[in-house]
C-alpha cells in the first residue's frame, strides 16, 4: 500500500514546486484534467505535474533578459539542454541528470529557478556518466563508463573525490550509496571479454570492501547488472537486467531475495533500464520495451503500472525510457532518452485520491 508523505514535508515541497514552476506545457494543454493513475474506478495515486526538458521550464527571467527579449524577441530557450539523458537523482528540489553525450550532469535547481551542469572543468572531468547516487548530505556520485571509476561531487558540482578505478572496474554503468555514504556500490556491467559481472563494495574513504556476484543466473549472480539503490534500511537491490529480475542484498552485499521474470503481462519485465526506492522501500522499474514505470513493493508485489508507449511527447507518452528517482516528497522523476524529456509525477495525498475520484464518478 502506499501512504501519504510526511505531514510537515509534503505541503511545504508541494507549495515549493507548485510556486517555482514550470509553466504547463503545451503537449499538456489538450487534456482537460490531470493525468492520474491509477484510472477510476480504482482511487488515484499519482498525477502528471510538469516536464523538465530546457532552460524555459524553470529559469527566472531577469530584467535584463526581460529587456533582451522586448529588443531582440529572443526568450529564455526552450531547446532542450540534453542529447542523452540516462540517469537520474532528486532531493530537496534538486534534479540532476546525467546526459551521456554532452559529458555532464545537467542541475535543475527549483529552489533558486537555476539550471547549470557540472563535470565539464579538467579536476572531475566526465566522459561517459551512466549511473547517478545521492546520500543524505546531497553528495553526488556518478558512475563514468569510460574513465572505470565512480566521481563524488558536493551538491553544486564541486569535485571532491574518486572512488575505484580501472584496476577494478571494467565498465561501471551504475552507482548505488548508503544514506550516511558509508556504502558506495558500484554496478558493473563488464563486458564480452572479461564476462565478469559483479558489485564492488567499498567504505566512505574509497577502500574496497568485497565483491557481490559473478556472471550467472543463481542467487546473488548477475547477467547485465545495470543499476542499483539502497532502501532506507540499507538494503541494496540491484537491477539485473539481462536475468530480468531484480536482487537484494543486505548492507554487507549478502543475497536476501529477488523478484521479476521475462514476459509481456504486468508485473513482468523485458527490456528494464532503471531502478530507484523510496522512503517507503517499495521499488520503481522503468521498462523501456514496455515504455511504463511499475511499482513494486519490497517483497516483489507489483503495485501500480504509469505510462506507455508514444509516438508523440505527450504526457505518460514514452519512446524510450531509462532513468528514474524518487524524491523525499514521493514525487517521481523519470527519464525519456527518445524525447529528450524528464516527466514528474506528484504522489497524491488519500484526500487528494479521494476528491479526484468522487469528481470522475460525477
Known sequence: MFHTARPLFWPMLILLLAACSIAPQQDARTFKDPL?????????????????????DIVVESGQDRLRRQLTGMAVSDRPVFEKPA????????IYVADIDTH??????????????????????????????????????????????????DSLGLFLRAVGGPEDLVRPTGVAVSRDGERIYAIDRSDGESDNPRVLVYDGAGKKLKVIGGPGSGEGQFNIPLQG????????????????????????GKFLRAFGRPGTSLGNL??????????????????ASFNNFQIFNADGQLLLTIGQ??????PGRYGLLNGIAVDET???????????????????????GQRMLQRAER
Open 330 to 352: 514521493g514525487r517521481v522523476y523519470v527519464v525519456d532518452q527518445l524525447f529528450n524529456k524528464v516527466e514528474v509525477f506528484r504522489r497524491l495525498s488519500d484526500s487528494e
Open 36 to 56: 492520474i493513475w491509477p484510472q477510476p474506478p480504482d482511487r488515484p495515486r499519482f498525477a502528471y505535474e510538469t516536464v523538465l526538458r530546457s532552460p524555459a
Open 270 to 287: 523485458a527490456r528494464p533500464r532503471g531502478i530507484a526506492v523510496d522512503d517507503e522501500g517499495n521499488i520503481y522499474v522503468t521498462d
Open 87 to 94: 540517469a537520474i537523482v532528486a532531493r530537496k528540489g534538486r
Open 229 to 252: 539503490a539502497v532502501a532506507p534500511d540499507g538494503t541494496l537491490y540491484v537491477l539485473d537486467s539481462g536475468n530480468f529480475r531484480v536482487q537484494a542484498f543486505d548492507r554487507d
Open 309 to 314: 508507449p508514444g509516438h508523440d511527447s505527450k
Open 104 to 153: 555532464s550532469i545537467v542541475v535543475f535547481d527549483v529552489p533558486r529557478r537555476r539550471l547549470y551542469r557540472f563535470g565539464l572543468r579538467e579536476s572531475g572531468e566526465l566522459l561517459k556518466p551512466s549511473g547517478l547516487a545521492l546520500d543524505a548530505e546531497m553528495n553526488v556520485y556518478v558512475a563514468d563508463v569510460k574513465l572505470r571509476r565512480v566521481l563524488v561531487y
